[in-house]
C-alpha cells in the first residue's frame, strides 16, 4: 500500500491570539508526529511511505493537489490541530476529489478533542485517538474490516453510516521501543528557526506527557502521565542527527526537566560521546539548579525555554504554575551566569489579571532580561480547565471551539478571556509589551554584538522590521 503523509499549507490558519507579523516566516521545523508515524510504518510494515511537507516546500493547495495526482496514494494521513483545520480539511477535500477509494486518516489533538464532530465530514474516513505509533498499523491491515476495526482501540470510523468510537488507545509506556523519527523522508536540511544561527536544525520528543496541571494546559494527545526515553536512546537520535549533518536539536518536550537523574544521565552521555551538537531545551523553573545548568552547558546546550507566562504571583497562582517569582529571578540569574541562552514565555490577559498587573509583568520581563520572550494574549484553549471556567462564568457564551469543529470557516476568531479587560486593549498592551521589551537600546547592542553570520543578521533584521510593523 502507497501511504502519504501530508502537512498541509497553511493558507487558512485561523486567527492567533498574537500579532500576524510575528507568525509567518520566522520558523520552518519538522512534522515529528507525522516523522515518528513514518518511522513506525518503515520498520513494523511492508507498506511504501512518503511524507510531504507543504509549508517548507512551498507548496500551495493547488500544488498539493498536483503532488496527490502523482504520488497516487491508497491512504493518506494528516495531523490535524484546531488551528490548521481548514487547511486540514480542504488537503482531505482535494484527496477525495481526486480519488474517492483513496482513504483518509486524521490524527492530533484536534480530533482527540473532537472526534464527532470530526468524522461526520464526508472526506474523513479514520481518526486514530492518541498515540498513532500503536494503531496504524492494525488499521492498515484491517481498513476493509469493519469487523475487525471495532476490535482495535484508538479507532473512530463509520459503518453504514454509524458513528464507530472504540475509545482512546493506550500511552505508549516504553518510549525507547519506538523507532526515530523519519528524517530522511523529509526535506530535512531545510529546517530553521530564527532562534538559531545554526542550520539545518530539527526537532526532537525525549519525553512525552507532564505531571503538572496549568490551567491552560491543552496538550491532551500525549496525556498527562510523564513518560521517558532512556539517557541511552535519547544520545543515539541525538548521534545519528549530527552524522546527518543537523546542526542543533530542539527538544520538544512539554518538560524536560521533570526527571532530574535522567537530564544528568542525557548530559553525560553526551559528554562521553564527545559529541559536537547544539541544543535547546523547555522546562520549568523550579526543574533547573547549578549543577544541572552546569551540565546542560557542557553538553552543549545552547538555550533554555521557561514558561514563566505571569510577572505576578497573583496571576501565577490564578495559573496553577506551582512557581514563585523568586524562583524565576533565580532561575535566569544563574542560567546566564553559566552562559545558557534564555527564552521566557508570557501570556496577557488571564483571570483576574488587571492592566496595572500586565504592566508589572512587562516590567518583569525587562527584569529577568531573557534574550527572547514569546507573549500571547491567555486563550481558552478546548479541553483545557481555562475554557471550562470561561463557559462556567459566561465569559464565552457558547462552546464556540465546538463550533468550529463542526463546520470550520474562515473568519474564525478565537475566544479570548475578556472580563477584565477587552480585546482591542489586551492587543494594545501585547504589542507594548513586545516594543517596550525589544526597543530597548542595550538589548539591541547587545545582540548586534552577538551576530555571528550575516544569514543570522538577515533573520534578525526580518524578526525586527516584523515588530516595527505590529
Same mark, same amino acid.
Given at each position: ?137 492494525? &488499521? &492498515? ?29 493506550? &500511552? ?33 520528543? @525525549? ?21 521517558? %526515553? ?24 512539554? @518538560? ?27 522546562? %520549568? ?26 510577572? @505576578? ?10 512557581? @514563585? ?68 462564568? %459566561? ?27 477587552? %480585546? ?26 552577538? &551576530? ?19
Amino acid at each position: 500500500m502507497r501511504i502519504l503523509l501530508i502537512s498541509p499549507p497553511t493558507e487558512n490558519t485561523i486567527a492567533s491570539v498574537m500579532p500576524k507579523e510575528l507568525e509567518e516566516g520566522l520558523d520552518f521545523l519538522p512534522p515529528l508526529g507525522l516523522m515518528y508515524v513514518a518511522a513506525y510504518l518503515e520498520k513494523e510494515t511492508p507498506h511504501e511511505v512518503e511524507i510531504l511537507d507543504c509549508p517548507v516546500e512551498g507548496i500551495s493547495h493547488e500544488q498539493l493537489r498536483e503532488e496527490i495526482k502523482k504520488r497516487n496514494p491508497e491512504a493518506v494521513g494528516i495531523t490535524a490541530m484546531t488551528f490548521t483545520l481548514i487547511d486540514v480539511m480542504k488537503a482531505a477535500k482535494a484527496v477525495k476529489e481526486i480519488n474517492p477509494e483513496t482513504k483518509v486518516i486524521l490524527g492530533g489533538p484536534h480530533v482527540i478533542i473532537f472526534p464527532e464532530e470530526t468524522i461526520k465530514n464526508h472526506e474523513i474516513d479514520f481518526l486514530v485517538l492518541g498515540e498513532g505509533e500503536g494503531v496504524i498499523k492494525p &488499521l &492498515l491491515e484491517n481498513i476493509d474490516n469493519p469487523r475487525e476495526l471495532k476490535n482495535i482501540e484508538g479507532l473512530v470510523f463509520k459503518d453504514n453510516g454509524k458513528i464507530i468510537n472504540t475509545g482512546r488507545a493506550g &500511552l505508549i509506556e516504553n518510549l525507547d521501543d519506538l523507532p526515530f523519527p523519519a528524517r530522511l523522508l523529509t526535506p530535512y536540511k531545510k529546517y530553521f528557526s530564527i532562534l538559531s544561527p545554526r542550520k539545518p536544525v530539527t526537532t526532537m520528543f @525525549t519525553s512525552r506527557g507532564c505531571p503538572y496541571r496549568c490551567l491552560f494546559c491543552d496538550r491532551p494527545q500525549l496525556g498527562k502521565n510523564f513518560r521517558a %526515553r532512556s539517557a541511552k536512546n535519547v544520545v543515539d537520535e541525538i548521534e545519528i542527527c549530527r552524522r546527518m549533518g543537523i546542526k542543533e536539536i530542539f527538544i520538544y518536550d512539554d @518538560t524536560f526537566g521533570v526527571d532530574r537523574q535522567r537530564v544528568l544521565d542525557i548530559c553525560l552521555e553526551i559528554i562521553k560521546r564527545n559529541i559536537d551538537i547544539a541544543w535547546d531545551i523547555r522546562t %520549568r523553573v523550579n526543574t533547573v539548579d547549578e549543577e544541572i545548568l552546569r551540565a546542560l552547558k557542557q553538553a552543549g546546550c545552547q538555550r533554555i525555554h521557561y514558561g514563566v507566562e505571569a510577572g @505576578t504571583q497573583k496571576i501565577l497562582n490564578v495559573l496553577r504554575k506551582g512557581i @514563585t517569582l523568586e524562583q524565576v529571578e533565580k532561575a535566569f540569574r544563574i542560567t546566564k551566569e553559566i552562559g545558557i541562552q534564555t527564552a521566557a514565555y508570557f501570556m496577557i490577559g488571564s483571570p483576574t489579571e488587571t492592566k496595572e498587573d500586565i504592566l508589572q509583568t512587562i516590567e518583569f520581563m525587562k527584569k529577568i532580561n531573557p534574550d527572547y520572550v514569546h507573549i500571547t494574549i491567555t486563550t481558552p484553549f478546548p479541553a483545557t480547565d481555562l475554557y471550562e471556567m470561561a463557559l462556567g462564568e %459566561r465569559v464565552i457564551a457558547s462552546d464556540v471551539w465546538r463550533d468550529f469543529a463542526r463546520n470550520p470557516q474562515p473568519g474564525f476568531i478565537p475566544p479570548i478571556w475578556e472580563k477584565e479587560l477587552p %480585546r482591542a486593549e489586551l492587543f494594545f498592551l501585547l504589542k507594548k509589551a513586545y516594543q517596550s521589551f525589544y526597543f530597548r537600546p542595550k538589548y539591541i547592542l547587545k545582540r548586534i554584538l552577538q &551576530l555571528k553570520s550575516p544569514q543570522e543578521f538577515f533573520q534578525k533584521s526580518l524578526a525586527a522590521l516584523k515588530l516595527l510593523k505590529i
